[in-house]
Nanobody, 123 residues
Framework: QVQLVESGGGLVQVGESLRLFCVAS????????MGWFRQAPGKEREFVAFITWSGTMTTYADSVKGRFTISRDNAKNTVYLQMDSLRLEDTAAYYC????????????????WGQGTQVTVSF
């Protein structure tokens, strides 16, 4: 079992930055590939970013490419999502998730999920 806890969300203005944290407990995080997803009210949960267990490969949704950066520190059992140049449409609850599958973008491919952290972007 892996328990994931997200933090770092909050209320920011357009163009500002936030850094999200996902701390894992239970099994060591370096056994898993990690993803970030987000879900806005009335919408389906969508893929944001993915990172391999070693951190050597990352992929991003087109909507965040060039603005968001996923990274990890396995020694700290932590995955990060640096979000720059935030837009109104980035407002959502953000979730981290763990999977054994490479390059996974579908929610169904993930085994463990955190409870989410809210990010709200305003003018």
């Amino acid at each position: 079992q892996v328990q994931l806890v997200e933090s770092g969300g909050g209320l920011v203005q357009v163009g500002e930055s936030l850094r999200l944290f996902c701390v894992a407990s239970g099994r060591a995080l370096n056994n898993y590939q990690m993803g970030w997803f987000r879900q806005a009210p009335g919408k389906e949960r969508e893929f944001v970013a993915f990172i391999t267990w070693s951190g050597t490969m990352t992929t991003y949704a087109d909507s965040v490419k060039g603005r968001f950066t996923i990274s990890r520190d396995n020694a700290k059992n932590t995955v990060y999502l640096q979000m720059d140049s935030l837009r109104l449409e980035d407002t959502a609850a953000y979730y981290c998730a763990a999977t054994k599958l490479y390059g996974a973008r579908r929610t169904s491919y993930y085994d463990y999920w955190g409870q989410g952290t809210q990010v709200t972007v305003s003018f």
